[in-house]
């Protein structure tokens, strides 16, 4: 096996993108222009869902930052100082998050009323340079975990050129910045796992899934962190591993799916955060019925979502609506937990061969 | 280096005191008699603050339920098949979570309303026996992490006496049934250091706080699962290392900490979720003062909190009524990422090292 590799390549194009703000802005200051930075528009009128990309993206509105108007200067001089920051913990090779750029801020005099306002720069930054703040090493705070046969390669300072085996550890190994920079060196797993609950990560961990099912196996923690998506990401573009994502039965544990295949309106700038091909392989709604399971009665706010998501254009066609309309038919929801009811192993020898059968895998 | 090596041990001790419960019923039953078990009550007029075990300990109130009482009935039977299920789990090796527990009792069709009532009588049954649920194979659904120089030697199924030095993985090691079931083979650190903040432990990592410090790192993710909590306590137990603990400055923050060293009142039967000698390092009101930190305003909520502490029995005393009124007094908060306002590394390299020292570490 040999993956395309391409971590390291991504940090110098980000730094390269970096320099080439500051020195346009020089250019612009010798040249005797008021320096501007012009990016896409991220208002709601300019994103739209894009079948082809079959994520949202942006129009062609764009938006020009200039130091010429007075109410532009202040977003101006703070993006400057954002990409001078980053710059800098991509020389240190320190990571960060989105609340240390905020008080780190305060160190240099420049000022964020809150944290809202810094964390709209850094993403003002991802539009100009297209790459996720992952890349310029400011990192979410929340942390999910992997377990299964890949052997990873660390570019982290103390660890360069350091092997690890993802199954050293059966609880889990954390994704954090380590993990998110490592190559992947070698693999035997044909596909990847993602479950939504420590609990049945756990679980499938114990009843040996990454052997038996080829599989390398993702704890996503509820809603997945983004460098969650861009792990799993990295896992189905370089590896070319299908993406199999299990969730609870109800709109919540649907959208948990959706955002790791297509991403949010917010992150609509970028290309780097969604998994197209993955494939939510349940718990369906129709899986309540065919499997028998223990389930609970939908709340209002459960209907109210599902009507929202009906409408959504992520949601168009195949499987989406179809079980949409199966949870408004049954009005129920379950837990991947409720296959207890039939023995803890149940999920893993019964339901989980049949479904990655029925999905071809 | 020999720690006393416990927990395989412990895990023999509690299939006994289940057998037991069985052997006592059978004998019962016998003998002519209704089958009854009799445990310390948990009621509230029963759990009081022991200045000795320095935690919440249960008085000398007992309960009986007996066969002989027919709306006694429904919880003893429950309780008799948890202590069956769970002797089951720890024979085939298998770990499990509450949920799990309350969805498997229906393959038994054993009655639960609710998860809550299962919870119970989970608790119920660490209340007869004396051992936390960890130890009968019923562990959190949360993870937290570790990293450090720990050698530990596994005793889960297919990795027995596998060894991990737990800085293999820079991104942190998962807390969950192996770690909790391991052998601890060999460390040269002389204390641990928990830390509230995903964010602070990663910035911890990379600034190699394990080396310059000696330090075993735990990330407790806000409030610790109890599973850390255990994970914590062995380390001081077995391995004789001081622990210090790290959280935001608010009322929050120091609960966090209160929680891992003296527990919580729901634990009052049990005595191995404790920490009594680990300390609160930080962040203290006084540090927001002499450290010049970044800070908001504390809200109404927060100062409820604080008065409520302020009343707590396990709050009595030195540190904790000394910045409680500080707190009080400037009426201010905040966060262990405000030191990033000194820099990044402002954390690691003044404010670490002058704490320690204080603390006489």
């Given at each position: 096996?040999?993956?395309?590799?391409?971590?390291?390549?991504?940090?110098?194009?980000?730094?390269?993108?970096?320099?080439?703000?500051?020195?346009?802005?020089?250019?612009?200051?010798?040249?005797?222009?008021?320096?501007?930075?012009?990016?896409?528009?991220?208002?709601?009128?300019?994103?739209?869902?894009?079948?082809?990309?079959?994520?949202?993206?942006?129009?062609?509105?764009?938006?020009?930052?200039?130091?010429?108007?007075?109410?532009?200067?202040?977003?101006?001089?703070?993006?400057?100082?954002?990409?001078?920051?980053?710059?800098?913990?991509?020389?240190?090779?320190?990571?960060?998050?989105?609340?240390?750029?905020?008080?780190?801020?305060?160190?240099?005099?420049?000022?964020?009323?809150?944290?809202?306002?810094?964390?709209?720069?850094?993403?003002?930054?991802?539009?100009?340079?297209?790459?996720?703040?992952?890349?310029?090493?400011?990192?979410?705070?929340?942390?999910?975990?992997?377990?299964?046969d890949l052997t990873i390669r660390y570019t982290?300072?103390?660890?360069?050129?350091?092997?690890?085996?993802?199954t050293s550890h059966p609880d889990g190994m954390?994704?954090?910045?380590?993990?998110?920079?490592?190559?992947?060196?070698?693999?035997?797993?044909?596909?990847?796992?993602?479950?939504?609950?420590?609990?049945?990560?756990?679980?499938?961990?114990?009843?040996?899934?990454?052997?038996?099912?080829?599989?390398?196996?993702?704890?996503?923690?509820?809603?997945?962190?983004?460098?969650?998506?861009?792990?799993?990401?990295?896992?189905?573009?370089?590896?070319?591993?299908?993406?199999?994502?299990?969730?609870?039965?109800?709109?919540?544990?649907?959208?948990?799916?959706?955002?790791?295949?297509?991403?949010?309106?917010?992150?609509?700038?970028?290309?780097?955060?969604?998994?197209?091909?993955?494939?939510?392989?349940?718990?369906?709604?129709?899986?309540?019925?065919?499997?028998?399971?223990?389930?609970?009665?939908?709340?209002?706010?459960?209907?109210?979502?599902?009507?929202?998501?009906?409408?959504?254009?992520?949601?168009?066609?195949?499987?989406?609506?179809?079980?949409?309309?199966?949870?408004?038919?049954i009005k129920k929801k379950c837990e991947l937990?409720?296959?207890?009811?039939?023995?803890?192993?149940?999920?893993?020898?019964?339901?989980?061969?049949?479904?990655?059968?029925?999905?071809?895998?």
């Amino acid at each position: 096996m040999s993956p395309k590799v391409k971590s390291l390549d991504r940090k110098e194009l980000v730094v390269k993108s970096l320099e080439e703000i500051g020195r346009r802005i020089c250019g612009q200051i010798e040249n005797g222009e008021f320096p501007w930075i012009e990016m896409k528009s991220r208002s709601t009128s300019n994103i739209f869902y894009s079948p082809e990309l079959r994520q949202y993206a942006l129009g062609e509105k764009t938006i020009k930052r200039s130091a010429r108007v007075v109410s532009h200067l202040r977003p101006f001089t703070q993006m400057v100082w954002t990409a001078y920051f980053v710059r800098e913990l991509i020389r240190q090779r320190k990571t960060s998050t989105l609340r240390d750029v905020y008080y780190s801020a305060q160190a240099y005099d420049i000022a964020f009323d809150d944290q809202s306002e810094s964390d709209n720069i850094i993403t003002d930054l991802e539009t100009v340079i297209g790459y996720p703040r992952e890349d310029f090493n400011v990192f979410p705070e929340e942390r999910s975990a992997v377990f299964g046969d890949l052997t990873i390669r660390y570019t982290v300072p103390g660890y360069e050129n350091r092997r690890l085996n993802l199954t050293s550890h059966p609880d889990g190994m954390m994704i954090g910045p380590a993990l998110t920079n490592a190559k992947f060196v070698k693999t035997t797993a044909d596909k990847v796992i993602v479950i939504e609950k420590g609990a049945m990560f756990t679980r499938f961990i114990e009843e040996q899934v990454y052997k038996k099912f080829n599989a390398i196996l993702i704890y996503t923690s509820g809603q997945a962190p983004r460098s969650t998506r861009y792990f799993i990401r990295r896992l189905n573009n370089e590896l070319g591993l299908p993406v199999y994502i299990f969730t609870d039965a109800d709109p919540w544990g649907m959208h948990i799916a959706m955002v790791i295949i297509s991403g949010s309106a917010n992150a609509a700038h970028l290309r780097e955060l969604t998994t197209p091909d993955a494939e939510w392989a349940g718990v369906w709604a129709s899986d309540i019925v065919n499997y028998k399971l223990p389930s609970e009665k939908l709340s209002p706010l459960d209907i109210k979502r599902l009507s929202e998501l009906s409408k959504d254009p992520r949601y168009k066609g195949g499987i989406w609506q179809r079980e949409i309309a199966n949870f408004m038919k049954i009005k129920k929801k379950c837990e991947l937990e409720a296959f207890s009811r039939y023995g803890l192993t149940h999920i893993v020898d019964k339901y989980l061969p049949e479904r990655l059968s029925e999905l071809g895998a």
